[in-house]
């Protein structure tokens, strides 16, 4: 059974809204999968649906080919979630030591704290006294203390240091290099890009690209083209150019971002039009990524 | 079993370590105990009844009081804060996370009824035979499922702050008008009458009747176990309500 995590023809309407349209999708074990997108594009929705918090409005979510609620799945996974305080009046090395009691085969405490970065001093503090930092670090023990072979993490980077950053992502490594099966979201393209090796891009609660950190690049990473407009030269005209998905006016000059330059050069030599001083670019993935989630192509 | 064991240490934990708790389960009544029993003499024709009346009053008191505020107030932060909500995602059962609550209130209300009746014991040499000092414990122990479920409909709401007034406004005021501050007896007839219908009223009625030889009446168990159902149905109808939301 390779398959970890599948979602057939996913909708969820909540509070009258359409959170997700019609997903599928499979993701396979050991794979560390990034879903990206930006706010309200339903990525804390998908997690939700994953991990049973909430259910689908029609369609099917499996984990380990069960639904999410049946018994020993959650056995099986462990979860960072956003907004979630721990619990107060503990000490973190008793929450830690409650949530091992969960498990049947949980990590020990040497190793819990190897991969998180927490200190023998900081097991001895109470919860609530925890910095934002410290607090993420003991929700991301909390994620690792029952050994899980699917890992979720929503979010997981926001109120973070650098430091911390870079250990859990070093952390996220070693786990990766285990064969755990890994689910992020994030609104950071470079993390995505870094550590995923598949990206699954939302926008509006639809799956709009679905691969390889490499294929989603190479497909989608538009081309940038400006030139200083002639008279009679408009941003409208430059939109019905061939595959141009956005136009912008910046300092005398048109800035274009397109899927294929050359088509885009050609037509404007066989049209004569009256445009000076023509620079072609390769864009970023970020521009792409930005032009996908946020602007309606025009 | 390890995991229920692990869950109830836990919250036994929080519970003893919860400022409110030592404040108003144990030193507020302690001292309130002191106050009428030994500083302001109370022109009582039989002082060493109420000696014992008022040893009474003041554990109904503390164990009304938690039972009303620590359960509820638990529920509703856990919540605010998305406690709750993660626990959904860990292997354990919410029913073992509400069997571990409940288990360790209790455990937490007999160490109170411990400590208040010992201060009585020895602050006012109270005499009482075993079976009335036993008798009375259970009967504070068994009958706070009434004001446990009060809790629970308190944990039902949405916002810590409008829980936390409420929740006090309910538990000092039926402390104060069931007699448990100050015996009904100083209050006017017409409200003495309406006392009558409140939960605290009978549940403190039951330990007076019990420590002055006496059986609590079948209307004042009729009465706490009708209150409790009411309470019940009415957090669990919310509950439901909420669920059918998310």
Known sequence: ?????????????????????????????????????GNGAGKTTAISLMLGLMTPTSGEVTLFGHTPNARGVKERLGAMLQDVSVMDGLKVGELLQLFRSYY???????????????????????????????????????????????????????????????????????????GKTIVFTTHYLQEADEVADRLLLFKQGTLIADGSVATIKGSLALH?????????????????????KDVQEDDGRI???????????????????????????????????????????? | MTMFIAQCQAELRRLFRNKFYVIWSLCVPIFFYFLYTKIISIPMKNEEAWHIHYLMSMTVFSVMGSSIMSIGMRLVQERAFGWTHYLRVTPLPSSLYFLAKMVSQTLIHVVSIIIIFLVGYVMNDIQLTWSSWIGAACWILVMSLPFLALGLMIGTMKSVDTAAGIANVLYLGLAITGGLWMPVDVFPSLVQKMV??????????????????HYPSLSMMASLIGYFLLFMVVSLYIHKKQEGVA
């Open chain 1, 1 to 37: 059974m390779d398959d970890i995590v599948t979602f057939s023809h996913v909708s969820k309407l909540y509070k009258e809204q359409q959170a997700l349209q019609d997903l599928s999708f499979t993701l396979r074990k050991g794979e560390t999968t990034a879903i990206l997108g």
């Open chain 1, 104 to 178: 049947s085969a949980p990590l020990s405490f040497e190793r819990l704290m190897t991969l998180t970065g927490l200190t023998p001093n900081d097991l001895k503090r109470r919860v609530e006294k925890l910095s934002g930092g410290q607090k993420r670090r003991v929700n991301f023990a909390l994620a690792l203390a029952g050994n899980p072979e699917l890992l979720f993490f929503d979010e997981p980077t926001v109120g973070m240091d650098v430091t911390a950053r870079r250990l859990f992502w070093q952390t996220i490594n070693a786990l990766q290099q285990q």
């Open chain 1, 224 to 244: 940038v083209i400006s030139f200083i407009p002639g008279s009679g030269i408009t941003c409208s005209m430059c939109a019905e150019l061939p595959t141009v």
């Open chain 1, 255 to 298: 800035i274009l971002k397109v899927e294929n330059s050359d088509r885009v050069l050609q037509a404007l030599f066989e049209k004569q039009w009256n445009v000076n001083g023509i620079l072609v670019s390769q864009g970023s993935l970020d521009v792409a990524f930005e032009t996908l989630t946020k602007g309606e192509a025009i």
């Open chain 2, 196 to 213: 009558h219908y409140l939960p605290s009223y009978q549940y403190g009625s039951g330990a007076w009747a019990i420590t002055t030889g």
